[in-house]
């Protein structure tokens, strides 16, 4: 039988993706398909894409790619990207599972855009997002969208996570091909996001910068 899940009780949502909470674990979640996603692929995009096989779970196969390319090569501190548990069938469609990163409180983490918002941000998260910045250009994992809000901080574990923006936007694509490519797009995003971090900090009222 399909996991039921309501709109209205959507946690968040992106352009691809809405997230729900597991409605038999505590400690995981559901990404489904958006139909704001599946409107977009009928309308905006070629007719050869959208005749693909899997027309509007690409995004899955790039994420979960990435999963399998972080285990696969046993890559080191892997704990800073959200970890995938598997597939799921649901009344919106396939879902995926992922787990939870939750605060003392059971609470799920905060986002580095509340951090910074809600004048939470310290040095503490500047140390973090260096490792995670540094991890990220080490690794040759796929990171196509760095932002504020698809990064949560770990306080249980004091790191940050990467919960969305995995993946290359295409497959096949040059950056799972070429890792010095790659590295270098990596350095783009790691870049933009420091940008990013610094004028939020700004926006906020912080001296301190990233």
């Given at each position: 039988m399909d996991m039921q899940l309501r709109l209205d009780q959507a946690i968040a949502k992106g352009n691809e993706k809405l997230v729900f909470p597991h409605p038999e674990s505590d400690d995981l979640l559901i990404k489904v398909i958006s139909d704001q996603f599946r409107r977009t692929m009928d309308y905006k995009f070629s007719i050869s894409t959208r005749l693909r096989r899997l027309t509007y779970y690409w995004p899955y196969i790039k994420e979960v790619s990435e999963h399998i390319y972080l285990r696969e090569g046993k890559v080191k501190d892997m704990h800073y990207v959200q970890e995938f548990k598997g597939f799921v069938d649901t009344n919106l469609g396939l879902g995926i599972t992922v787990r939870a990163v939750?605060?003392?409180?059971?609470?799920?983490?905060?986002?580095?855009?509340?951090?910074?918002t809600s004048q939470e941000f310290n040095q503490k998260h500047i140390d973090g997002l260096i490792d995670l910045l540094e991890w990220?250009?080490?690794?040759?994992?796929v990171v196509r969208d760095l932002r504020t809000v698809n990064i949560v901080w770990d306080e249980i574990n004091s790191h940050f996570v990467?919960?969305?923006?995995?993946?290359?936007r295409r497959l096949p694509s040059l950056r799972?091909?070429?890792?010095?490519y790659n590295q270098r797009a990596n350095r783009r995003c790691t870049a933009k996001l420091r940008r990013l971090v610094n004028k939020e900090l700004k926006k906020s009222g912080y001296e301190l910068l990233f």
């Open positions: 939750k605060k003392h409180t059971g609470e799920l983490a905060d986002t580095l855009h509340k951090l910074i990220l250009e080490q690794t040759f994992i990467v919960i969305d923006g995995i993946g290359s799972t091909i070429s890792r010095l």
